[in-house]
């Protein structure tokens, strides 16, 4: 499978941005997960939500950001609400499961007045 992100961008301190990670193929078996990685630091986990299981939140985002899955539609979503400056980061897209960890190119998000 592979994995295309978009609706990255420039927001405002507080704004909101929904990222989407549309899919090539089914990602029933898979769990999807997005990561960031902001200049000069290690790439991280914001969430992840496997396939018929609940979401997984990195502390950094809980109560901001919310995950969602569309099996139908092979996509995830990543809805980002009262977005902070240190939320910048490109956004990278995982689907991974027990043979395939894939990624996608990423999208560019800016918190900035």
């Known amino acids: 499978v592979q994995l295309v992100e978009s609706g990255g961008g420039l927001v405002q301190p507080g704004g909101s941005l929904r990222l989407s990670c549309e899919a090539s193929g089914s990602i029933r078996s898979y769990t999807m997960g997005w990561y960031r990685q902001a200049p000069g630091k290690q790439r991280e986990l914001v969430a992840l939500?496997?396939?018929?299981?609940?979401?997984h939140y990195a502390d950094s985002v809980k109560g901001r950001f919310s995950i969602s899955r569309d099996d139908d539609k092979n996509a995830a979503y990543l809805q980002m609400n009262t977005l902070r400056p240190e939320d910048t980061a490109i956004y990278y897209c995982n689907a991974r499961c027990t043979f395939y960890n894939v990624w996608g190119q990423g999208t560019q998000v800016t918190v900035s007045s």
């Open positions: 939500v496997p396939s018929g299981r609940g979401p």
